[in-house]
């Protein structure tokens, strides 16, 4: 299983794909195909819960994380997607210090938050973990925030102060959009602002993650110190290998 916050701290940069598709065979081929992670998606896509937890199941088995992308900032979603097994969480739209403490709050057992304790789920093997699972999760499940808007730029420094985020990610789409130029995610003011993101991350000893569409764009990004690279939606990636595949069969 790749330990995303180990391989953080090392400074190794790894990638892995958006997951909106219901199909957990999916997972497996992305872990088989060399991907680091999984980052099914709970926000836009159609995924249900018990979709999600054989998702995860199958991340386990192809030897790739899982991280969920949960919907919105509250503490059900996100203990349900804990509870599930996933290696971590991912949750969108953090535009203050207070958000950011809400979010680590609600994801971290006691003394450090206050996650809703269940102690036969998934995650702790049914209950068979349960004499060191709460210590287990707080210590290695990651917490990652998504800075999506110029609110969250302005307030990065309080945000990065908020202790337990193991990383900051910019979603290009949604900044793009918050500075008027919706969809333009290589346009200089875009790219500005998710440049300050990755500088003060690093300065804060935090990883980074961006979201990118090619291959190019990921190497470009991790030259700068992006750790968490999201390389693209499956969906996408399944279309345009699918449309190739029939150019090259009536060519």
């Not at 990383?167 to 008027?180: E, M």
Request: net charge neutral; hydrophobic share 40%; glycine share 10%.
């Amino acid at each position: 299983m790749k330990n995303l916050k180990s391989m953080w701290k090392q400074g190794i940069p790894t990638f892995g794909p958006v997951v909106g598709l219901s199909a957990t065979g999916i997972c497996e081929i992305l872990g088989y195909a060399g991907f680091d992670y999984c980052l099914i998606d709970l926000e836009h896509g159609a995924i249900n819960l018990e979709t999600a937890e054989n998702m995860v199941r199958a991340t386990d088995a192809a030897g790739m994380a899982s991280i969920i992308r949960v919907a919105h900032n509250r503490p059900e979603l996100i203990s349900q997607a804990l509870d599930l097994g996933a290696n971590g969480v991912h949750v969108p739209t953090i535009s203050t210090r207070e958000e950011a403490q809400e979010a680590i709050w609600a994801s971290k057992f006691s003394p450090v938050g206050g996650r809703g304790v269940h102690p036969a789920v998934r995650a702790s093997r049914y209950s068979a973990d349960q004499p060191v699972y709460f210590n287990k999760a707080n210590t290695e499940t990651l917490v990652i925030l998504a800075i999506e808007g110029t609110r969250g730029v302005d307030n990065i420094d309080e945000i990065l102060k908020v202790k337990g985020i193991d990383a900051v990610f910019v979603g290009p789409y949604d900044l793009s959009q918050s500075l008027g130029l919706v969809g333009q995610v290589t346009h200089p003011k875009v790219v500005e602002k998710i440049q300050e993101i990755v500088a003060l991350s690093k300065k804060a000893d935090v990883a980074v993650g961006v979201f990118t569409d090619t291959p190019e764009g990921a190497k470009g990004w991790v030259k700068q110190g992006v750790l968490y690279c999201c390389l693209g939606l499956v969906a996408k990636m399944l279309f345009q290998a699918c449309t190739d595949y029939m150019k090259r069969v009536r060519s």
